[in-house]
Structure formats: C-alpha cells, structure tokens
C-alpha cells in the first residue's frame, strides 16, 4: 500500500513539474534600462533593444524592423522574403526580394543620384548614375528606362541660384531632371524620348504614342483607346468598351463634354474643374460638382458610392465598405470593414482622437477589440481585451506609430507613463523615465539614474546599488556580490537564471513523458518504484 501511495505521488510530482503554473510560463520576459537612453526587452511578443536616438531595433519570429534617427538616416524592414532600408527621408532605398524558386533581386538607389541593381537574371543588372545616364530596371512602373546625359544640371554652375530654398532653385531642379534623351518601355512597348517630356514616340504591336509638346499628340491603343490633344488646349478622346463606345472632348479649361454612343452616360463641365455634372446609367451613379471642391454631390449603385460634401462645413463619402464623414473642424471619421477587422478612427477638433478596432478573428496581440485615445499634444490612452493598457504624458507626435517613432523618440519628453503588456508586465515612468519600475506578480526593479538601483525577484534580493553601481550589492547566475568603488567581493552563490530553469522544467517535462509512455499501468510503475528502493 505504501508503494502504491509513493508510485502515485511521484508521478503526480512529474506531471505537475511537466507543466508549470501559468504565472512562470514557458517564454521568459525580461526588461531592462538606463534612464531613457537604453531600453531592452524580451518576451513572447518580440526582443526590442532601443538606444536613443541612435539606434532602434525590433524583432519577432522573422520580422526585423530597425531604425537610426529616421526619417533623417535610416530606417528597415525585413521578413523572410524582402529586405527594405530607407533613409535621408526616404530619398534613399535599398530592397532585396526573394522571388519566385528563392531567387534574389537587388535594388539599390540615392535619388536621383543613382540607381544599381543586381540579381540572379540578367534583366535584374543594371547601373545609373546622375548627370550622366545609364539603365533603370523594375521602377516607376516600367520594365526598363534608360536617360542619358542631364544638360539642365550645367544651370546651377552658369547661374548658381542666390538661395538653396527660392523658386530658381526649384525651377532649375525641375529642368535639371530632363534627360537629353530617354529609352523606356513596359512588356512589349518601347519608347523613345528626347527632352523627356517634351518630345517622345513608341509603339507596341497594339499601341502608339507620338508627342511633340505642346502643340500636338496622340495616344492609340487597339480596341482600348484613341486620344487626340493640339496646344493643351484641345483634347478628344475615344474609348472603347465591349457593348459601348464613349467620347470626350475638352476645350481647356472653358468647356467639356463626355457622352457614350448608347447614349446611357453624359456629362459636361464649364470652367474645369469649378463646374461639373453628369450621370451613367447603366452603373446608376450621377455626380454634381458647383463649385468643385466646395459643393461635391454624387451616388453609384456599382461600385455603390455616395458622396455628400459642402465644404468647409460638412462631408460625408461612402465607397464599399469604407466611410470617411467631416464636420469641419468638429469632427472628422474613418470606419472600414473587412472580413478580419472594423476599424474607426474619430478626430474631434483635431486635438482628440478615438481609435477602435474590434476583430472577427482573434489578434495574437490586441485580442479581440482595441481602442486608443489621444489628447494632442497632451496625452494618449490605449486599452484592449488581451490585457494591454498604457497611458502617457506628454504626447507630441501628430500620429500613431507605436513601433517606430514612438518607440524611439516618445521617451524624451515624457513626463508620466504607465503601460501593462499582455504578459502581464507593469511599467511606471515620471519626469523622462528620471524614476522608472518594472514589475509583476513576481518580479520589481526600479532605477533613479545615477543614484540607485533595487531589483527583487521571487522575495530573492537580486540588486541594490548607488552612485552608479559603485556601491552596493548584486547577484547573477555566476554569484552574489558586494560592490566597493565598482571592486566585485564574492559572498555567496548565485541563482539559477530563467534559461537554466525552463531547461530544467522542459527535462523534467521529458523524463514525465518518458513515465507515460514506458509505464502503461500503475502497477507497472510500482514494481519499478520497488526495485528502484530494493537496489538502494
């Protein structure tokens, strides 16, 4: 009977160290600081290191997002099948993709001074550099162009502007731009160009371009389009359809006119764009314009669309699934729907924003509904249902980016934050993290800069220091210490770190296992309980 007891009692010890309570979990968190220019932390959500406001890095399965001073000097995302970095405010750019059977292209560019590319086919080569010329592949929507030589740039040395920031300077910046002479193309179309834009022809086996700008071009497409345009002034347009044809002409800007063969669309316009009506029948939709952007009136029954607005002082437009309502400056609201998601998002005099998002499919992170209030610049508040709350003070981003620029930068002028994550971790910060706590059910560390250090963990004193760790006590995995003018003087052992205890539990995890399946039946067990005592 006693060894029935004793082979029952160690293998409920092995199935309930098989499987530890909640509260210690499986994923370790961890979390540390010095005052708000480092930041690190681990847990099920993501490792995120923050050395402001140099450096940003955050990471979770196979998402990298980084970024050094953004938008000023870099910033990147990565996953397992593109690599994005950006940077000088996004006037530079390299991207490497994986494509199809895991063949790489890569793109590099410092607008507009040059572009490389290189990849594992020939069209994916190419090179350009900035006044000279060269080839583009894979950009601006076109397969290839390829500009050579920049005449305008010669305008900065023979009339140098008399400040960087005046219209000569963007004037000459626009002329600048205008390559001697350009070839470019998309699929089967090829196109020649000299003073792009001003002068260009291509042709594809269904397609015809010709400009001489701007007194004359014409744009054909077989059994798509046909357009005629003289002096910018005079534009007339055919299109094709299956079951109809449709026309415009247009006298810039005094008059214009669409009509369909079937006579089922009409729509005319005086003073472009100021005046505008029109209908169409067959999709059920009629649109008012007068005076355009002040009075825009307009329904669709396919696509449905609705479109109310009196401009300054209210508007309402509706496409689909998505709505945006203003009641200048009052109110302003975006809602959309989705098969995952609803989301709203509510401005109130531009100062107070409301966001929602509430999912049919449960987020890994905000669970099934999130909200977020903000008082610009004063505060924000976000809450969901999987346990995250956060509050802080100040908030001075006109927008929303939590894993970007707040992250990097909202710690410079914080002066109150508290958030809780979904695992349950509790952090407080005054005055620019000047006292910051971390905490939770069995864990506090708390740091005024400079001045001291506390860290307890499971009722075990893990650090108390000053003045820069030169005084004090502290323990890791290796031992505890006492600390003299930095001096470490050994006075005990040290703990088990978090590491060495999942290993431990995920070992006693296996031998539980290793129990289950080799001891089909209590018995067996016991005469192996037994033989174990008679051996010792």
Not at 435 to 451: E, R
Request: aromatic share 24%; net charge neutral; hydrophobic share 40%.
């Amino acid at each position: 009977m006693i060894q029935r007891i004793a082979a029952i009692f160690v293998l409920c010890l092995l199935c309930n160290e098989a499987y530890p309570s909640a509260g210690s979990g499986r994923v370790v968190s961890k979390y540390d600081w010095q005052w708000f220019f480092y930041e690190k932390s681990s847990g099920r959500f993501g490792n995120v290191v923050v050395y402001r406001p140099f450096f940003l890095e955050a990471e979770k399965d196979d998402n990298l997002f980084q970024a050094s001073l953004m938008p000023l000097f870099f910033w990147r995302y990565k996953n397992e099948r593109k690599d994005v970095r950006k940077g000088l405010f996004g006037f530079y750019e390299s991207d490497r993709y994986l494509h199809e059977k895991n063949k790489a292209d890569n793109d590099t560019g410092l607008f507009p001074f040059f572009y490389y590319g290189s990849g594992a086919e020939k069209e994916d080569d190419y090179l350009f550099v900035y006044p000279f010329g060269g080839t583009i592949n894979g950009k601006f929507g076109l397969d290839y162009m390829s500009p050579y030589i920049f005449p305008g740039i010669a305008l900065f040395f023979l009339y140098p502007p008399a400040s960087l920031l005046s219209f000569q300077t963007l004037l000459w910046g626009l002329i600048a731009m205008v390559p001697l002479y350009m070839n470019y193309g998309r699929g089967d179309y090829n196109a020649h160009a000299v003073l792009w834009p001003l002068i260009m022809w291509g042709e594809s086996g269904t397609r015809r371009d010709f400009r001489i700008f701007p007194f004359y071009s014409r744009s054909y497409k077989k059994d798509w389009y046909d357009n005629y345009t003289y002096l910018m002034l005079i534009n007339y347009r055919h299109t094709y359809f299956a079951n109809d044809d449709r026309y415009t002409f247009f006298f810039f800007p005094f008059f214009g006119r669409k009509w369909s063969r079937s006579g089922e669309a009409s729509a005319a316009t005086v003073l472009y764009p100021f005046f505008s009506w029109g209908v169409d029948r067959k999709r059920g939709s009629r649109e008012i314009n007068m005076p355009w952007p002040l009075v825009q009136i307009a329904d669709s029954r396919s696509p449905y669309t609705k479109k109310r607005i009196f401009f300054p002082f209210y508007g309402e437009y509706k496409y689909r699934n998505y709505t945006s309502t203003f009641i200048t400056p009052f109110y302003f609201n975006i809602t959309n729907r989705t098969d995952s998601v609803f989301s709203s998002y509510t401005y109130n005099f531009i100062l107070c924003w409301y966001f929602k998002r509430d999912y049919t499919v449960r987020h890994s992170y905000y669970g099934n509904s999130w909200r977020y209030f903000k008082i610009w610049p004063l505060l924000n508040i976000e809450w969901s249902d999987s346990g995250l709350y956060s509050i802080n003070i100040l908030s001075l981003l006109p927008f929303r980016d939590a894993e970007g620029y707040e992250k990097l930068y909202s710690p410079f002028w914080t002066l109150f934050e508290y958030r809780k994550s979904p695992e349950g971790m509790k952090h407080l910060g005054l005055l620019f993290r000047t006292y910051y706590q971390v905490w939770d059910d069995n864990y506090f560390k708390f740091k005024i800069p400079v001045i001291i250090s506390y860290e307890r963990k499971d009722d075990n004193l893990r650090e108390l220091t000053f003045l820069l760790g030169a005084f004090g006590y502290d323990s890791d995995a290796k031992g505890s210490y006492l600390r003299l003018l930095w001096i470490p003087i050994r006075v005990g052992d040290g703990y088990k770190d978090d590491e060495v205890k999942i290993a431990e539990d995920e070992n006693v995890h296996d031998t539980a296992e290793f129990a289950r399946l080799n001891f089909s039946n209590i018995t067996e067990f016991e005469n192996s309980v037994h033989y174990s005592w008679r051996v010792f």
